[in-house]
Each structure stands twice: as C-alpha cells, then as structure tokens.
C-alpha cells in the first residue's frame, strides 16, 4: 500500500486538478509506480523476485476499475478507494464541481465493486462523513 501511488509525482506534476486529466494519465501513473516500486525493492534488498513481482502487480493494476481480482488486489483496491473519501487523512484538492464528478464517480465506479465484510463497513463510515464534509 505504501507503493501503489508512488507513480503520482512522475505523472501529475502538470496537469490541473480535475476528474478528467486524473482519470486519463492513471494507466501511466500505474506503470510509473510499478517500475519505481521495482527499482526501490530491489534497492532495499531481503525482498524475493516473487515479492517484488507481486508488489509491482499490485500497484501496475490497482485502479483498473473492471478487473476480476483476486484478494490481495481486491484489498488494494478497497483501502486505496477508502483513501479516496477519507476526507480527515487526505483533503480534496478538486475545484466544487470536480468534486461533485468525482463523487459520482465514486459512487458508480467504485463503491459497487467492494466485496471485503470490513470494506464495506468502512466504506459506509467514509462515505457518510465524505458527503456531510462536501455538503452533498
């Protein structure tokens, strides 16, 4: 989870904040973090070729929105869309109307495609304090 958006920098640093250019360049933002996620393990050493792997999977594929998953992806994908709404942690740097496309985003891409018991509980609690914190 620390890794899995390590590519942002590379990737966002020049575009304005808004849903559409985000939602553009995630591909490029994945593969970015893979390869950075790749180059940093390998650095540290005490990680197998199949841990690194695995890492790199994760972070190459966790904001493919209609990927079959397996668990492990299934719970970066949850706790990286939690982040998303978790207003306390990580404030909104969208513009009142990028918000509110976000939020229906949100809403139609992602909250549908929680399947974890502790996800969802999560995502209920989040989301409540989301919409009172935007007023929506």
Not at 2 to 15: F, S, V
Not at 120 to 135: E, G, R, S
């Amino acid at each position: 989870m620390y890794l899995h958006d390590i590519g942002d920098a590379a990737t966002y640093k020049n575009i304005k904040y808004n849903l559409k250019d985000m939602n553009d360049k995630k591909d490029l933002q994945m593969k970015y973090g893979a390869a950075l996620s790749k180059k940093i393990l390998t650095k540290i050493k005490g990680f197998t070729k199949k841990e690194i792997g695995s890492v790199c999977r994760l972070v190459k594929t966790h904001d493919i929105i209609n990927k079959k998953r397996n668990y492990a992806e299934q719970l970066v994908f949850e706790a990286d869309s939690l982040a998303m709404i978790d207003e306390k942690r990580a404030p909104s740097t969208f513009s009142r109307t990028e918000q509110i496309k976000f939020t229906n985003f949100f809403i139609q891409k992602r909250m549908s495609r929680f399947k974890t018991k502790t996800g969802k509980k999560y995502l209920k609690k989040l989301f409540a304090k989301y919409k009172k914190q935007y007023n929506i």
